[in-house]
Nanobody
Framework: QVLLVESGGGLVQAGGSLRLSCAASGRTLSTYTMAWFRQAPGKEREFVSAITPGGGSTYHADSVKGRFTISRDNAKNTVALQMNSLKPEDTAVYYC?????????????????WGQGTQVTVSS
């Protein structure tokens, strides 16, 4: 069982930055692909970013490319999402997710482990 806890959400003005963190317990993350998803009110949960177990490959949704960066520290069992140039449309609950595969997935059902989410609100 992998337990994931997100932190770092909050309220920020458009153009600002936030750094989300996901801490894991129960298992070492070094063999898990990690991802961030988000869900805005009234919308389906959507893929944001993913990173393979060793950190050698990262993936980002087109909507966040060039603005968001995913990274991981396997020694600390954490994953981060650096979000720059935030826009009001980035407002959502952001979720950390994990899967025991070396290949990333953009599908919600590709990840069996989820955190509780952290709210990100970007004001215009």
């Amino acid at each position: 069982q992998v337990l994931l806890v997100e932190s770092g959400g909050g309220l920020v003005q458009a153009g600002g930055s936030l750094r989300l963190s996901c801490a894991a317990s129960g298992r070492t993350l070094s063999t898990y692909t990690m991802a961030w998803f988000r869900q805005a009110p009234g919308k389906e949960r959507e893929f944001v970013s993913a990173i393979t177990p060793g950190g050698g490959s990262t993936y980002h949704a087109d909507s966040v490319k060039g603005r968001f960066t995913i990274s991981r520290d396997n020694a600390k069992n954490t994953v981060a999402l650096q979000m720059n140039s935030l826009k009001p449309e980035d407002t959502a609950v952001y979720y950390c997710a994990a899967r025991y595969f070396a290949i990333a997935s953009e599908r919600v059902d590709g990840y069996p482990y989820w955190g509780q989410g952290t709210q990100v609100t970007v004001s215009s």
